[in-house]
């Protein structure tokens, strides 16, 4: 059976409505992400992250918060580089009664890359330990280490 000029073939605008609703349900997903639900700050990977966050948004006094005295005390002078374009996303966590290793992967995106576009992606490790029943940074990837001013964190 044909269909008649003029006529639309109502299972061709079935699939064509299907698409339309899928591309729609995509976009109001991809546009409504925002940012990733907060952890609980009393667990390593919540300190891990406030951690990230403050030193992503150049916050050193904030981020020094979470690190370990001795990490302050041994600070040296480091340059992290570039902030910009690094994207962080837990991988696993390692839990001991006092100490703890986040695996953390890390992506660094770079808009100069000879096709456009590029990326980094590395595994790495936060090591925390337990100071006073509070989780504290003791070793961050060097992407992520920072040696806050001393006169910000007193």
Request: hydrophobic letters at 40%; one cysteine or more.
């Amino acid at each position: 059976m044909r269909a008649t000029p003029g006529k639309p073939d109502r299972p061709l605008i079935v699939i064509l409505g299907v698409i339309a609703a899928l591309v729609i349900v995509a976009l109001v997903v991809v546009f409504t992400r925002g940012e990733p639900a907060p952890l609980d700050p009393d667990t390593p990977e919540g300190v891990v992250q406030l951690y990230a966050a403050a030193v992503l948004a150049g916050d050193e006094q904030t981020a020094a918060g979470y690190l370990t005295e001795a990490t302050l005390d041994n600070c040296d002078t480091i340059d992290p580089g570039p902030l910009d374009g690094i994207r962080l996303t837990l991988v696993s966590t390692t839990l001991r009664e006092n100490s703890a290793d986040v695996r953390v992967s890390i992506v660094t995106s770079t808009d100069n890359g000879p096709f456009g576009t590029s990326e980094y992606e590395n595994e790495d490790v936060f090591d925390l330990v337990k100071v006073d029943g509070r989780w504290r940074i003791d070793g961050a990837p060097w992407q992520l280490t920072i040696c806050p001013n001393p006169k910000a964190t007193s």
